[in-house]
């Protein structure tokens, strides 16, 4: 089988469809500083936020790298691209949390995420995965702004012969997510995936 990759290699797989994705950034930045100096470490961080990591998490991320290169006595900001990977590994841990299905159905799975990243995929790769768990599961269009959006849900929908609530583009996307929410109430499904 196929080794496993590495935290940088899947997310710079996930970011390959943005032009110039936050870990090229990253990696630009650390490979073309030179130093490693205050100024490196607040570009860092700006690129960090900007990738959506989060503030707080950024945050801590910044000191610990500045505790750590220090302790270290490191001084190329090259090599602080292997310590960054080993300090979000450390954040990230190596369990994972799972899911936490309501006791109380439906369970009500959100998926957020930028355009192209993958979210109508994943949410039929969940779907197929409950509906072969033996789960009842009713899916929400619940991007009603994206061109095309709706349909290619509803194309996966078809697929899986899942049922799908949805509405017109444009339209309001909570009320989506409302009436698909009373429907599983309804219906007795076990999963919801908006």
């Not at 960054?84 to 590994?89: A, F, N, P």
């Not at 509803?154 to 899986?160: D, E, G, R, V």
């Not at 583009?169 to 599983?184: E, N």
């Amino acid at each position: 089988m196929g080794e496993k990759k590495g935290l940088f290699s899947r997310l710079k797989e996930s970011l390959a469809k943005t032009k110039k994705g936050f870990i090229e950034k990253v990696e630009i930045l650390l490979k073309s500083s030179g130093k490693i100096d205050e100024d490196l470490f607040e570009e860092l961080e700006e690129i960090l936020i900007q990738g959506d990591v989060g503030v707080n998490t950024t945050l801590e991320l910044i000191d610990n790298l500045r505790e750590e290169a220090k302790r270290r006595k490191l001084t190329d900001s090259e090599q602080l691209l292997d310590l960054l990977k080993e300090k979000i590994k450390e954040m990230l841990g190596t369990e994972s949390a799972g899911l936490n299905f309501s006791a109380q159905p439906p369970t009500v799975v959100l998926v957020v995420g930028v355009n192209g990243v993958g979210k109508t995929t994943s949410i039929a790769k969940l779907a197929y995965k409950y509906k072969n768990e033996g789960k009842k599961v009713l899916l929400a269009a619940g991007d009603t702004f994206r061109a095309a959006a709706i349909e290619q849900l509803t194309s996966w929908a078809n697929k899986l012969d899942i049922p799908i609530i949805k509405t017109k583009q444009g339209h309001d996307s909570s009320a989506v997510a409302y009436d698909t929410i009373c429907s599983a109430i309804a219906r007795n499904i076990d999963n919801v995936i908006i």
